[in-house]
């Protein structure tokens, strides 16, 4: 026998929305994303929200409830009193597409921007070994479903969000340190990648990405704060520096080289201002020497492609709104599989050998 | 007629939400206990540093750790076990080659920086509250780009401690020779407490075996990680353990010194 429960969702869209109240009927056992369903099956048949397992795995309902990050899958309406009044709200963060569904290709865009695993030099593919001990750390961070809520929440993008260009954010720091510690990831310049590329100087380990983790990984204690130790070897340790400065050491080993040719083969569909740069608009004379000599943090990647959208910018979600049979391509209509290759955001150790 | 094609597609606006934080449970507890404590424990401190009194007890060799090692001309001759050359003017204290560089080992501590830039400089006081001020570059510039020099104060800590164990040694001492009180179990637990939490350091995971990239070469060097590792969970906790042992340990050598009662003693 379920009671009924006053919920305040936002409803709404990038041109504005409010608060509105609804009384819901609460089950025993039930989470906060059943609610939100039964919302779309009696009141509310229009809300918006993203979901697809229901099992605190594909990383999808996102929501703030009460105003903290979390997924509405893995929230429990039995932790809260009866006559507790609970706020849904869309992640603040990221720009709103409508009610509790937000735009998060920010992140996809930053993705993007992480140079992909190098594979060791002279190990054909499937004959990777690695001990258990060695890839541990790494293992940690895959367990990361990329539900984004660390990235709502980490208050460098989220009440600034000017440092967006400069700021990678929590989920990509893990991601370069699971490279980085991983035993077979050939490249050595993934920390400086960190520092100057993701902005890792402007965390500051106030832990709210570790706080809101759903998978509970320690992005902060195992990843953020070993990566910051591991710039500080290269870059603020006094007796490395002057070392360097008296034995006239070389910079960073730079192994890898991502073709500067990659500027010229960038994804057709970016034509408007689709292609963009690590670094922005980076015209710099030294960051060009670089592209030359070694690796090209500034090489110009695809721009992830936009989902196709009617003339009012929304997705066409039923056929009677749609000229056509079934669901649209995500990726767009004029994207077919596989992509050719240059337009993947890789680039293979040895490709200027051939 | 609806296009599918990809399209770019112009900025968007995030959800208009008029509350600055919907967060309904006591956010703000934890900022206040933190401001609430380390005030307390600053003030102390302070008030303690320069008094410049009752920090060493002669009968039996007990020497607060807020004294050690006792180096200006002020310092009881017997509680200057590195000697005495600085000059004793009010405003140095007594242990003037130490202080600093524990104020900084703790002003860098990654555990402590959560807490005070949380509670003291709200940015930000909680999750998902907003950052108190209106631009923000965290630690990219001085001074707070000096924060990445805690590896340093992390060695000298280390040594630090190990005068403090020194003290602790030499307070096995009474009158007749050999003593043991009371007062040698605090300083004992506040010195154990004090390895605890310089070991548990995340400069100090990272020297031991985290900057490994291949464990299984390493073994010996994996194990102490695995224990640092274990220690280092427990950062915070050890933080203010070590707070409330330093602080312990000094009143007890104080009122000991002072003569507001007398060292429980169990041999001589």
């Keep these: 026998m379920g009671t009924k429960r006053h919920f305040r969702v936002w409803r709404g869209d990038d041109s504005g929305g409010d608060l509105q109240d609804y009384q819901v009927e609460v089950n025993e056992g039930e989470v906060v994303l059943d609610i939100i369903h039964r919302l779309q099956a009696t009141d509310a048949p229009d809300l918006a929200c993203r979901w697809n397992c229901k099992a605190g795995k594909c990383g999808s309902c996102s929501m703030e409830i009460n105003g903290m990050p979390k997924l509405g899958c893995m929230t429990r309406m039995s932790t809260f009193e009866e006559n507790e009044t609970v706020t849904v709200t869309p992640l603040r963060t990221f720009p709103v597409i409508r009610d509790l569904v937000t735009d998060v290709s920010f992140n996809y865009e930053k993705a993007r921007e992480t140079p992909a695993f190098a594979p060791p030099a002279g190990v054909a593919p499937g004959d990777y070994r690695m001990q258990q001990v060695d890839v541990e750390r790494s293992q940690e961070f895959r367990k990361c479903i990329e539900c984004f809520l660390c990235q709502n929440t980490c208050h460098v993008i989220r009440d600034h969000d000017e440092n967006k260009h400069a700021f990678a954010g929590p989920r990509y720091f893990i991601r370069a340190a699971e490279l980085d510690m991983h035993p077979l990831d050939a490249r050595t310049d993934r920390r400086e990648y960190a520092q100057a590329e993701q902005g890792l100087g402007f965390c500051n380990i106030t832990k709210c990405c570790t706080e809101v983790c759903p998978e509970h990984i320690k992005i902060t204690d195992n990843g953020i704060i070993p990566m910051k130790e591991r710039v500080v070897d290269r870059r603020y340790d006094p007796l490395v520096w002057l070392g360097n400065k008296i034995f006239r050491r070389g910079q960073v080993p730079q192994t890898f080289v991502t073709s500067a040719k990659h500027g010229d083969a960038v994804h057709s569909h970016g034509a408007q201002g689709g292609v963009h740069s690590h670094a922005g608009d980076s015209h710099d004379p030294a960051a060009e020497a670089q592209a030359q000599a070694g690796v090209n943090w500034h090489r110009e990647v695809p721009k992830p492609t936009a989902p196709a959208v009617d003339d009012n910018g929304k997705l066409p979600l039923t056929e009677l709104t749609f000229d056509r049979a079934a669901a649209p391509s995500p990726f767009g209509d004029d994207v077919t599989f596989p992509l050719p290759p240059e337009h993947l955001n890789f680039a293979h150790p040895e490709q200027d050998k051939h | ?268």
């Design chain 2, 1 to 268: 007629m609806t296009s599918t094609a990809t399209r770019p597609r112009g900025a968007r606006a995030r959800a208009a939400i008029a509350a600055k934080t919907l967060r309904t449970d006591r956010w703000w507890l934890a900022p206040l206990i933190t401001v609430v404590g380390l005030g307390a424990w600053v003030a102390y401190a302070t008030v303690r540093v320069f008094m410049h009194k009752w920090y060493w007890v002669d009968q039996y060799h007990y020497l607060t750790p807020f004294y050690s090692p006792c180096v200006t001309d002020r310092c009881v001759e017997a509680s200057s076990h590195f000697g005495s050359f600085l000059p004793g003017w009010w405003i140095i204290p007594d242990a003037a080659l130490t202080l600093p560089f524990l104020l900084l080992f703790r002003l860098t501590c990654y555990y402590y920086r959560k807490a005070y830039y949380r509670s003291f400089w709200l940015s930000p006081p909680a999750c998902a509250v907003p950052d108190g001020h209106k631009t923000y570059s965290g630690e990219t510039r001085f001074p707070l780009l000096g924060q990445n020099l805690h590896r340093y104060f992390f060695y000298a800590a280390a040594i630090i401690s190990l005068i403090n164990t020194w003290d602790a040694v030499l307070a096995f001492h009474s009158p007749k020779g050999f003593g043991f009180g009371l007062g040698n179990i605090v300083l004992l637990v506040n010195v154990v407490m004090l390895w605890a939490y310089t070991i548990s350091c995340h400069s100090c995971r990272h020297i031991i075996g985290g900057r490994l990239k291949h464990f299984s070469a390493h073994p010996v060097r994996y194990k102490a990680w695995t224990g640092v590792s274990w220690l280092n969970v427990r950062h915070m906790q050890l933080a203010w353990i070590t707070l409330g042992t330093l602080a312990l340990t000094d009143f007890y050598v104080m009122a000991i010194a002072a003569g507001w009662f007398n060292d429980l003693r169990f041999i001589n």
